[in-house]
């Protein structure tokens, strides 16, 4: 009976060993690297400095293109309470990874409202965002490439209560993980 239970336990102490020393050998399988693409634009883009070179593009189908460019408005990156700033009609996230680099996203957002907030986590170097109305005009907010850590942003205010079709964005996380949130705010 000893011996049994002798072996049992060294069995078992066998069966240990073997799985923490596999637990040690991590192996990280890299995944197929994304398709890249020159970022594109179309014209009269307000932007006139070098924009990203390659870019992973995640598509979404958009109901109106571009039409007409407005001036374009710089980046503040005026923080602002997300607890008061007003109610929300729509929010939409994407969740960007470093080894990706560059980013080129679209949010469809289709809704009336006020304000775009631009919700943070993690830290985002972002090139622009270019907010298209259902009439076609489009407004470019230049973020100059600069990174922006964790926060809520007042990204673009409109209080004439107009339709925001869908917002673009060029990004790319400077943490491993980065998620930008978009929050549209009622009129």
């Given at each position: 009976m000893k011996n049994i239970l002798v072996a049992g336990l060294l069995l078992g102490a066998s069966v240990l060993s073997l799985d923490s020393?596999?637990?040690?050998?991590?192996v990280v399988r890299r995944t197929a690297r994304a398709p890249r693409v020159r970022v594109t634009v179309r014209p009269g883009f307000p932007i006139r400095r070098a924009l990203p070179g390659e870019v992973v593009v995640r598509t979404a189908t958009v109901r109106v293109a571009p039409r007409v460019y407005l001036a374009p408005v710089t980046f503040a990156a005026v923080?602002?309470?997300a607890s008061h700033s007003g109610p929300r009609v729509w929010n939409g996230s994407e969740t960007l990874a470093r080894e990706e680099g560059w980013t080129d996203f679209t949010m469809n957002v289709d809704r009336r409202g006020s304000a775009l907030l631009l919700d943070i986590d993690g830290t985002a170097q972002i090139s622009?965002?270019?907010v298209v109305f259902e009439n076609g005009d489009a407004q470019v907010v230049d973020f100059n490439d600069r990174v922006h850590a964790t926060g809520v942003y007042s990204l673009l205010d409109f209080r004439d209560g107009r339709k925001v079709d869908h917002v673009r964005v060029v990004a790319k996380a400077d943490t491993r993980d980065s998620v930008i949130r978009l929050h549209l705010l009622a009129s």
């Open positions: 020393a596999d637990a040690a050998r991590v923080a602002v309470a622009f965002a270019e």
